[in-house]
């Protein structure tokens, strides 16, 4: 399975951008990366997800490199409610003989703190 | 609405004691997970099932057991063989690209 490597904490000013690195340089051809959120040991809130174009929603955007070893998630105008944990997965492919989904593992995640 | 429910919330286990924790999901997705979490560190995953009446083990399952007899409901089990149980425990279903999370359960034992 692909692994994450993520910054353990970032500092980001209110209404400014807000972008977390992830690195999953042994990131397979057709795996997915995954952006999750947490705040307060609740459940993890879905953010983007993207398979190696740049993807952009009402929250983020995802920048994924052209070698798609590494992406960026952008916060465009971080607020006091963005500080939480986030997330970068990789969605693995089952062993020979299962379906697609497979396992779904989590790194350390990012603390991202939104200061005024 | 559609979603995954975890019960209970809360939960408090004497040592020695088995629990287990529901997860029910009406998303009809097939794969099924349970993550631990303890205080200031990430998930791990305990245990994965793609499809019903088969599941196989994550990273940490030693001390847990899981079934998969019906495609709504994936529940895990803390058995005593788990030294340190005390922790925050999420499930999550994934169906085509989506992954949705259950609120969490947390797990004391007294």
């Known amino acids: 399975d692909a692994k994450t490597t993520q910054p353990p904490s970032m500092d980001c000013a209110e209404g400014r951008a807000a972008n977390l690195p992830c690195n999953h340089s042994?990131?397979?051809?057709?795996?997915?990366v995954y952006w999750y959120r947490q705040i307060h040991s609740q459940g993890p809130q879905y953010i983007i997800h993207?398979?190696?174009n740049n993807e952009t929603n009402e929250m983020a955007s995802l920048i994924i490199t052209e070698d798609r070893k590494s992406s960026t998630l952008i916060l465009p105008h971080a607020t006091l409610r963005d500080t939480a944990v986030y997330y970068c997965?990789?969605?693995?492919?089952?062993?020979?003989?299962?379906?697609?989904?497979?396992?779904?593992?989590f790194g350390q995640g990012t603390i991202l703190t939104v200061h005024p | 609405d559609g979603g995954i429910t975890q019960s209970p919330k809360y939960l408090f286990r004497k040592e020695g004691q088995n629990v287990t924790l529901s997860c029910e999901q009406n998303l009809n997705h097939d794969a099924m997970y349970w993550y631990r979490q303890d205080p200031g560190q990430g998930l791990r995953l305990i245990y994965y099932s793609q499809i019903v009446n088969d599941f196989q083990k994550g990273d940490i399952a030693e001390g847990y057991s899981v079934s998969r007899e019906k495609k709504e409901s994936f529940p895990l089990t803390v058995t005593s063989a788990q030294k340190n149980p005390t922790a925050f425990y999420l499930c999550?279903?994934?169906?085509?690209?989506?992954?949705?999370f259950g609120e969490g359960s947390w797990l004391t034992v007294v």
């Open positions: 993207g398979l190696k």
């Open positions: 997965i990789v969605r693995a492919r089952a062993n020979a003989g299962g379906t697609s989904y497979g396992k779904l593992t």
């Open positions: 042994t990131i397979s051809g057709n795996e997915y």
């Open positions: 999550a279903s994934l169906g085509g690209n989506t992954i949705y």
